[in-house]
């Protein structure tokens, strides 16, 4: 074989070798980036539905607990009609009716959540079996609020009311407000509130657990699916609670952050009634901690050990100027004790 024949041959081979090495790189890097793409999709829609789904379990586990403590959720028995909330201030939603308000906005956030993904889940791939699992659970969700005469195109809506367009984000509390204060947008969030009216009187009990039931088994799918921790668990385990044994203190109750604090109860363990809203008790006069001994009163000084003639003394006594010490007594010469006498002699 000439060296031209060569030459070509390895010329060949190389430009081959190289063709090879670009279209499987190229090939990678879509994959890689197509992989990227979807992973970003599903966390943007999965991850939002997942904690907005661990927010209305939580939210409604405290309604159903306090039921069964009490047959009733005070701190949401704040309206007999939804239409009361025609003309209430912002005064109102963020003070007495903060509970049942906030409530509401999260039943409407949740329902934006479901909406979105239903609409997109074509463009969603999920894993295995999950493209048909969560259809499933989505619409088991939404059958359980059906139950619940919030039916499938009321909650629809709703959810539309709790985006803001073009943005496209969810609707803060505030703004929410602002809605079920008109009368003409609070009318398609009725059929929430009446509910938690409702259910805050102790009724419509074994429809509220239909809807604990579908959220639990929609929030344990999308924790696997995301392959992340137990999100109810962890989200009741974020509220702080009550020490064992303690009573509530001055400030428990609504508040911010807390706004259903008002439902605690005795607590018989860390994981006594999860999810109950319990606010840590103050002790009135809390006990310092060790630390150095604060500076002597300037007329008081510390009692000295008591003498072997001396009984014990233990109240501290006035520190007042002795004065000048006493001679030794007259008639005392160099060598005798002060109150000794001269000796005597023989």
Known sequence: M??????LISAVTSGAI?????????RQQRRDSERVQRETRTMAYLNPLRWHTAEVHHRLSLYATSVDRDGCYPPAQVLADPREMEGKGADWFAGKGVVLGSSVWMTACLFAQMTRTRHDLPFLRLAGNDDTRLPGLLQKVHAA?????????????IGTDA????EGRLRSYREFCDLLAEPDRRVWADPVTWFLIAVAHGERRPALQRVLDALSELSAFLDDSLAGGASLRARHG????????GSPGPGAGAGAGGDLDATAGASSGPDAGVGRGRVPSLSPH?????????SPDPVLRPIPAPG???GPDPVPR?????????????????????GQGPDPGP
Do not use: K, M
Not at 19 to 25: E, Q
Not at 163 to 166: A, G, S, Y
Not at 319 to 336: F, I, Q, S
């Open 2 to 7: 000439d060296a031209l024949s060569v030459t």
């Open 18 to 26: 190289s063709l090879t090495l670009a279209w499987v790189s190229g």
């Open 145 to 157: 609020f059906a139950a619940c005469e919030i039916y499938y195109a009321t909650q629809s809506s």
């Open 163 to 166: 985006l803001l367009e073009p």
């Open 238 to 245: 974020a509220e702080i609670h009550r020490p064992r044994g």
């Open 286 to 294: 809390p006990i310092p901690a060790p630390g150095p001994d604060p």
């Open 308 to 310: 072997p003639n001396s």
């Open 318 to 338: 006035p520190n007042p100027d002795p004065g000048p010490r006493p001679g030794p007594e007259p008639g005392a010469g160099p060598g005798l004790d002060a």
